[in-house]
């Protein structure tokens, strides 16, 4: 999972950055594997996993103007490592469980989306 992130210098408040993360992973891996695992069995998310830093962003035309920008939210990198995880798993389980009907396709990959919208059609 930490691989797969971005290579970015931005952070979240924590101000770690994804280029921090994988240097120090051969460091961080295994208690980072014991938090998630304690936050799945105890089905509980950090609370300070769910703020954001909000930065504006200039789009174009006048600076002055409140609308002319467009806001983004800086989480945490452990946040989206988490994310990544509890996605992965709780998808990995819907699948191998067949809960999911293989007509119901949207965001989801590998599914043959030309077969769906013959029948929605």
């Not at 994988?22 to 089905?43: D, E, R, T, V």
């Not at 504006?56 to 995880?85: C, E």
């Not at 119901?104 to 077969?115: A, E, I, L, M, T």
Request: aromatic share 12%; glycine share 4%; net charge positive.
């Amino acid at each position: 999972m930490i691989d797969s992130l971005k290579d970015k210098n931005s952070s979240g408040y924590d101000e770690i950055s994804t280029k921090i993360i994988k240097i120090s992973k051969p460091f961080i891996i295994s208690p980072l594997i014991n938090i998630c695992n304690k936050m799945l069995a105890q089905g509980i998310y950090p609370e300070r996993l769910k703020f954001s830093l909000i930065k504006p962003i200039y789009k174009s035309g006048d600076k002055s103007s409140p609308s002319n920008y467009r806001l983004i939210s800086l989480l945490p990198v452990f946040s989206k490592i988490f994310k990544k995880v509890i996605y992965k798993r709780l998808f990995d389980n819907l699948n191998s469980n067949v809960t999911l009907n293989k007509h119901q396709c949207g965001f989801r990959s590998g599914v043959n989306r030309k077969y769906f919208l013959y029948f929605t059609q």
